[in-house]
DNA sequence: CGGCACATTGACTGTTCTCAAACGCGGTGG
DNA sequence: CCACCGCGTTTGAGAACAGTCAATGTGCCG
């Protein structure tokens, strides 16, 4: 595994503590009663792009917390090619599977620089039996990977290539920066189930339809009315978009 | 909800004990120990083809185990089109979220004539609380459930029609019976994205090619080898065969 | 500046959808 | 018992869509 980049130890209350992404993270609602149980360092991890968290089959023995980044989750192909089953974006948990399997069942790569918090399983079980607080956020991320997939399907393999394209650009828009900055082709079309050819050619149409207003390399500007409507979340009965 | 159809109270220690799919099912490893903290009734359920379990938005307060049968669990799309998002076989979980949530995520709807034993949530909450052995088994069904996701859109979403046709009927394959029986076309279509007449259209070409043999209405004989062909998991040649 | 990786475009082919019509089976009523 | 109906399935033809292969364009980096 190459993540190793960087990493520094840290004493945990403090710093999870003044976390950005705490408050939809794992550690959500612990209490300072909760933090004291935690005698194992939790690791910072500097995952540039392109780079692997995790491959299928490594050995187990930590989950993740997505500070900043986005993250893809791979499934390869009995042909070699991949398939992308679901994006952890900031706040997700990833690598839930170390509490019940020796090995990961997905390839876990950076789609865009990422920060991570890596939590040893022990420090999962210890709360997890200690801190009812802990117990019920740990069902709670199970409950919603399995949502996360559920949409994923629906959203990402259900419809024209270009209904799925539209979707891809709304789910990865920033509400803060007011953009997008969508993956390379390939990997556009390993989230959707169409070539890369097929993405280009919709993302260029988009442009044109001024659907996507270039930025800079890879990101745009969304008009979010448009593509809700070319996505078929009919923008009338979705209502809340405006202010 | 519809299933009222017909049940029984029983004692649990001796029913789950000896009931046929419970090596597969949740209660799986708990201990006679165990099975004396549940203090309130497992109730047998008797659910007809084409039968809703539950609807999504209905209050969760149990966790149903799937003896027989087989369920649908269906995502509805904006424009009131359904899409499958999983099946569950016997020994199956349904209904895990109940642990987290106030209601269910999904309609659940049964394919064939189904049983299943409903669950209470209190008892899942106490045994989870005092067995560390269903403890396990719990986050293990979740585990399970995401697998399942996974595995259903890498196989039902990914590939041509063709492809995704041959994918299900393997899936659907009773090893015992040496059989296949496939759903109506509708829903089929809303198992792999395709239309009816895509499903009708590839079914009747497959037994064409030999690849099914009608046994009786809607029950086939499979050709194993040539549709794991079909289906693209033998690494072998990606199958081209004339007539 | 050339080379490389990726994105775009074009022309063509193959697949899937759409709309519409015919079929076949099981059930009902004459 | 047969005629008829309703419903899901099958089939057909044409249009829309997406995949394939190949060429070209573009930005980045040494």
Redesign the pocket.
């Known amino acids: 595994m190459n993540h190793t980049a960087s990493y520094t130890f840290r004493p945990e209350l403090a710093r999870c503590r003044e976390c950005g992404v705490r408050k939809f993270a794992l550690f959500n609602n612990l209490t300072d009663e909760d933090f004291k149980l935690v005698h194992m360092p939790v690791e910072d991890i500097t995952l540039p792009k392109r780079n692997t968290l995790y491959n299928a089959g490594d050995q187990a023995q930590s989950i993740y917390t997505l500070r900043s980044g986005l993250i893809k989750l791979v499934h390869y192909l009995p042909d070699g090619n991949q398939r992308v089953v679901r994006l952890v974006k900031p706040g997700g948990t990833i690598g839930l599977e170390s509490l019940v399997s020796e090995c990961f069942t997905h390839h876990a790569e950076a789609l865009q620089d990422s920060k991570l918090c890596r939590i040893p399983i022990a420090v999962i079980e210890r709360l997890d039996n200690e801190s009812p607080r802990l117990h019920k956020q740990v069902l709670n991320r199970w409950h919603q990977a399995v949502m996360e997939s559920d949409n994923w399907l629906t959203q990402m393999s259900t419809g024209?290539?270009?209904?799925r394209v539209a979707r891809l650009c709304l789910f990865l828009h920033d509400d803060v920066t007011e953009s997008c900055t969508v993956?390379?082709?390939?990997d556009i079309g390993a989230m959707l189930?169409?070539?890369?050819?097929?993405?280009?050619?919709?993302?260029?149409?988009f442009?044109r339809h001024d659907l996507l207003e270039f930025k800079s390399?890879?990101v745009f500007k969304l008009d979010l009315v448009g593509l809700r409507e070319v996505a078929g979340m009919d923008a009338a009965d979705e209502g809340n978009y405006a202010d």
């Open positions: 024209t290539a270009r209904e993956p390379g082709r390939e189930g169409i070539t890369t050819e097929t993405a280009s050619r919709i993302i260029a149409d442009r390399r890879n």
